[in-house]
C-alpha cells in the first residue's frame, strides 16, 4: 500500500483524555480511533493486526476441532433469566434496551446462555457428543471506568469457544487440548515468553480456572510466577493451602502485575442444568451435557502486545501480526529514490508481501524515520540516493540500531 | 468436513412462527439459527455462506480503492443530534440505552455521523481528497416488524462504503466506478441476471440515488423493469415526468416485486456542513467534503439469494459462494462406499477444495438426497457399492437430474 493513498496520518498527541500507553500510541499511529471512553474504531492499519491475531487464533481453534458460528449481539432476556443472569444485582454490566414492537433485549456480554438453548435443538444423544464450537464477536460490557484504552473496553472482540461434552473426564481431557492451542497461540502472537498459565478461581465443577495473563506494568492483575514452572498463581487464590495442593514452593515465586489475555473454565451443568440440555446416554438415561467456556480477548491482545512490546519511539509488532511486513521509506522527494521504491512496492506486493510504501513528498527523513519508528513494522527499508549510491537499499529490522545494505535481487530473501 | 463431525442437523421443519421461504430453507438445512424474531446466529455452513459473500465484495471494494475500516456499534448521542438525527421523532428505529457511567448510547443503524466526526481529524487539505473507506459491520434497527427472515433483520451484516470528494464532479466519477463494482459483485453471486440498477429518491443533491433489487415475489418493493436497457423505476419515483427524463418508453416496462440488496447514494454536503467536515482549497478557502454511502446488505444477501435460486426440494448455491464446492454422499452403510467416500474427501480437501463428506450411518440413500438436496451444495458426488462397481463415482450438478459416472482420477478437473 502507499502511505499517500492511506487516509490516516500519525500524530503527535493523543487525545488529552487517554491515559493508558496502548490507546496513546494505537491512536498516535492511526491505528485506532476513540469514539467515546471504551469504544474505539479500528482505521486500516489496525484491522490489519485485528484480523492478523483473528486468524492465527482460528487456525488454532480449528485445529482442535472447534465449529465456527456467528451468534447475534441482541440477547433474549427469557434465556437469561432461566440461568439468574438478567437481574442487574447478579450482573451489573449489562447493556439493556427495548424492542419497539414490546419487550426487553440485552447486549451480549457472553453467550453461553443463547448458546446452550441454541444446543438443545442439535443435541439429543451421547452420539451427537462431543464437540466444540467458537465464534468471533462483539462483546458488549457497560463498564462504570473505561481507562485501559483496548484492554478494557465496553465493545470489543472476544473469541469465545465452548465445549460439550459426555461427562467430566471427556471434558478435562479436551480442556487439557486446549490448554496446549493456547500455549501456542500466546507463542506464534509474540508474547509467549511474557504470558503465563495462570491458577485462578475455579467453581463448583473444578478447583481452578485458567487464566493466561501476559506480565505488564499496565496490568489489572496482581499474579505469583514460578518460573522453574512456567506457570503462575493469581492473586485471588494465593494461599498457603492451594500453594501446597499445586507442590509450589513459595519462596521461589515473584509477585508481577498482568493482563489477563485468555482465561478457560469449566462450566460443568451451570448453564446445561436450567436451560435443560441434556442427552440420553446408551442406557436410556437423560445426563445433563458438561460443558467447557475459553475465552481470549482478541482486542485486548492488540493493546497488551503494545503495552508490552513497545519502546520510547513507538510499537513493536511481532511478525506474525504486524499489518506490514516491511515499511519502504523513500526519501529527500529524490525523484529516482521515490520511482525506485515505488518499483520495489509493487514488485514485492506482487510476490504477496504486505508492504507499506511511504512515498509522501515534502517530509524529512528524521519525520519519515520517527513515523516508522512509531508504526513499528518489523522491517524498515530505506530507499534514497546514498542507499542507491551504495547499491541498493538499507534494511533493518524495527529493533536494530543500524541497517545494512541490501541489493534488489537479494531484498526478498532478506526479509522473508 | 465430514458431515458426522457437523454439529448441525436438516430438520423437516422450520419454527412455526417463520413465514418467509429463506428462513424457512436456512433453518432447516442448519445454516442459521432463530434466535428472537429478525435475530438470527450464523451456524457453521450459514457463516462460510456469509464468508463467501464478503470476500466478494470485499474484493470489489478494494478494487475501487477503498480502504477496510471496523466501527464499533454503539454511538455517540451528541455526534448524532448535530444532524438531527437522534431523536426518536425524526429516526424511528433506533435501539438506545444507558452507560452505567451516565449518559445515553445509541446502536448504529448506519454510520455517517461519526465517520464523519472521525474524518474531520484526517481530511484538512484538497490533497488529502479524495479517497473512500468501508466496512463490515452489523447494524441494528428497531423494526416494528421482522417477518422476511434474514432480509430484514433488528440485527445484520451491511457493508457500507462512503467516499470524500472535493466536489461534485470528482463524486460522480466515483459514484459511476462504485455502479461498475456493484454490477460485478451481484453477477459474481450469481443474481446478476435477476438484479436491476434502479432509478430511487435522490435527495438535494442528487435527482435520484440507485437501488440494487434483486426480482422476487417475496421483495417488499415494486419496481418497472426496462429490459432492454438493463434498468429499473422504483415505483416511489414512477412518473411521467422522470420516464420522460430518463427517456424510458411507459409501454416497454414491465412490473416485478423485488428485494433491495443494495443502493448507493449521493449525500452531497448533508452530514460535512453540520459536522464541520471541510478542506482547504488551492486558493485557501473553507470547502465543505462532498460525501457518497454505498451499502449492500451482505447477510440480506444471503436471504435474497435463497429466495430466488432455490427449488421445491432446496437450496441451490451459486459456484462463488456455496459453503463447499461439493458434496459427497457414502451410501448404504457399506464399508468400501465409507472408506473411498472418506478417501475422496481427504484427497480433494488436500487440494483445497471444500468439501462436504456425508459419511453418517444408518439413514437411506433417500435421505441423504433429500439433505444434499436442501443444502443445495454444487456438485453431489455419490460413493455407493454400484458407483463402484460402475468404475467410479456418480457426480451431478445440484440442478442437474441425472449424474454421469466420473473415475477417481478424473474427479478433481470434473468439479473445478
Known amino acids: 500500500m502507499l502511505q499517500s493513498n492511506l487516509f490516516t496520518k500519525t500524530k503527535k498527541e493523543a487525545p488529552s483524555d487517554e491515559v493508558s500507553k496502548n490507546a496513546e500510541l494505537l491512536i498516535r499511529g492511526g491505528y485506532i480511533h476513540k469514539e467515546m471512553a471504551g469504544v474505539y474504531s479500528f482505521l486500516p492499519l489496525g484491522l490489519r493486526v485485528l484480523n492478523n491475531i483473528t486468524q492465527v487464533v482460528r487456525e488454532e481453534m480449528n485445529a482442535v476441532g472447534g465449529q465456527e458460528l456467528h451468534m447475534p449481539a441482541l440477547q433474549d432476556k427469557n434465556v437469561w433469566e432461566k440461568t ?5 444485582a447478579k450482573v451489573d454490566n449489562w447493556f439493556k434496551t427495548n424492542l419497539k414492537a414490546g419487550g426487553e433485549v440485552g447486549l451480549g456480554i457472553t453467550h453461553e446462555e443463547p448458546l446452550t438453548q441454541l444446543m438443545t435443538e442439535y443435541i439429543s444423544s451421547y ?34 469457544l465452548y465445549s460439550f461434552s459426555k461427562d467430566k473426564a471427556e471434558h478435562d481431557a479436551f480442556y487439557d ?45 496482581t499474579i505469583y510466577i514460578d518460573e522453574e514452572k512456567g506457570i503462575a498463581i493469581n492473586k485471588e487464590v494465593y494461599t498457603d493451602e492451594v500453594l501446597a ?29 436450567p436451560l435443560e440440555l441434556a442427552y440420553t446416554n446408551a442406557e436410556g ?42 515499511h519502504i521509506l523513500a526519501l529527500g522527494d ?21 508492504v507499506l510504501c511511504d512515498n509522501r513528498l515534502g517530509l524529512s527523513a528524521g519525520e519519515k524515520f520517527a513515523d516508522a519508528d512509531l508504526l513499528g513494522i ?5 530507499v534514497s540516493e546514498r542507499s542507491l549510491k551504495e547499491g541498493g537499499y ?23
Chains 1, 2 share one sequence.
Open 84 to 88: 439468574d443472569r438478567w437481574d442487574d
Open 127 to 160: 452420539k451427537d457428543l462431543p464437540f466444540s464450537v467458537y465464534q468471533f464477536q462483539n462483546k458488549f460490557r457497560n463498564e462504570m471506568r473505561a481507562k485501559s484504552g483496548i484492554m478494557r473496553g465496553r465493545e470489543f472482540l472476544m473469541k469465545d
Open 177 to 221: 487440548v486446549v490448554k496446549g492451542a493456547y500455549k501456542k497461540i500466546y507463542t506464534r502472537l509474540g508474547i509467549g515468553h511474557l504470558t503465563y498459565m495462570t491458577f485462578a478461581s475455579g467453581g463448583i465443577f473444578a478447583p481452578f480456572s485458567h487464566e493466561y495473563q501476559t506480565v505488564s506494568p499496565a496490568g489489572e492483575d
Open 245 to 273: 495442593e499445586l507442590g509450589i514452593d513459595k519462596t521461589k515465586l515473584k509477585e508481577e502485575r498482568a493482563i489477563e489475555v485468555g482465561n478457560i473454565f469449566t462450566l460443568g451443568t451451570r448453564f446445561s442444568e
Open 285 to 326: 438415561e437423560k445426563i445433563p451435557v458438561f460443558m467447557g467456556s475459553y475465552g481470549i480477548g482478541v482486542s485486548r491482545l492488540v493493546g497488551a502486545i503494545v503495552e508490552t512490546l513497545s519502546d520510547d519511539k513507538g510499537i513493536i509488532w511481532p511478525d506474525a501480526i504486524a499489518p506490514f511486513r516491511a
Open 334 to 354: 529524490n525523484a529516482e529514490a521515490h520511482t525506485k521504491a515505488v518499483e520495489l512496492h509493487d514488485m514485492l506486493a506482487g510476490q504477496g508481501i504486505d
Open 378 to 382: 518489523p522491517y524498515r527499508i530505506v
Open 394 to 416: 538499507e534494511v533493518k529490522r524495527r529493533t536494530e540500531e543500524k541497517g545494512k545494505i541490501v541489493k534488489a535481487e537479494e531484498i526478498t530473501s532478506f526479509i522473508k
